[in-house]
């Protein structure tokens, strides 16, 4: 099993993930802005299930990968700390949107529809793939035992925190739109937070050694 202290970490990392804009956080507030509260936890169902579906191919590729090929470790290291840098970059460059800062003309659509826009959109997000991939290597040790069940340990982690944190937005989503749009310093405050978060942790797996 994964040790508690490379949980907590990664725990950290998988907030960042769920709090840093993109294609799902932008499509579940506008979904609930538009179409209400209902509509956004619909298509938050969908976009867990996603994440299942990464998790099953990250999973069962991460065993083969580990056991077969172990130096690709500095590999994905490599593809972690460019991604994190990136993240961070995206975060504070000029014209970057705030989490709230997001689409209120969707039409309404029914609650298949809205399931399955959550799952695609969660399934065809290459930065949910891109921190399956580059993420787990960092945290998963042979010596710990199964890397098939540590894979896992670390999937279902990740889903309880986008989870818990999708949820509460959804929930408050009109209400976190309004109020960032009064308080903008605010989001100012949120951009570089997260960029130094972001920077910290790609510093932290730069300096990781090799398994």
């Known amino acids: 099993m994964v040790q508690t202290s490379d949980l907590l970490?990664?725990?950290l990392a998988a907030l960042i993930l769920v709090i840093s804009p993109g294609p799902n956080m932008i499509y579940l507030i506008s979904r609930s802005i538009t179409q209400g509260?209902?509509?956004g936890l619909i298509s938050l169902s969908g976009v867990i299930f996603g994440f299942l579906f990464h998790i099953v191919m990250v999973s069962f590729g991460l065993t083969a990968v580990l056991f077969t090929i172990p130096f690709v470790y500095t590999l994905l290291k490599t593809a972690g700390t460019i991604y994190l840098v990136y993240l961070a970059y995206q975060s504070v460059k000029p014209g970057s949107k705030s989490l709230f800062e997001v689409q209120t003309n969707l039409e309404a659509?029914?609650?298949?529809r809205l399931f399955s826009m959550g799952f695609f959109t969660n399934v065809l997000n290459p930065k949910v793939?891109?921190?399956?991939?580059s993420f787990f290597p960092q945290f998963i040790k042979l010596e710990n035992g199964s890397v098939m069940a540590q894979s896992f340990q670390l999937g279902i982690t990740q889903i309880l925190i986008s989870l818990t944190v999708n949820f509460i937005i959804v929930l408050s989503a009109s209400a976190m739109a309004q109020w960032f749009a009064r308080k903008p310093a605010w989001i100012?405050?949120?951009k570089w937070f997260m960029a130094t978060v972001l920077t910290g942790l790609a510093t932290k797996m730069a300096l990781e050694r090799s398994k």
């Not at 793939?129 to 991939?133: D, M, S």
Request: proline share 6%; charged share 20%; glycine share 6%.
């Open 129 to 133: 793939a891109v921190f399956y991939l």
């Open 109 to 112: 659509d029914k609650p298949a």
């Open 9 to 11: 970490l990664f725990g």
């Open 37 to 39: 509260k209902a509509a």
């Open 188 to 190: 100012k405050i949120q």
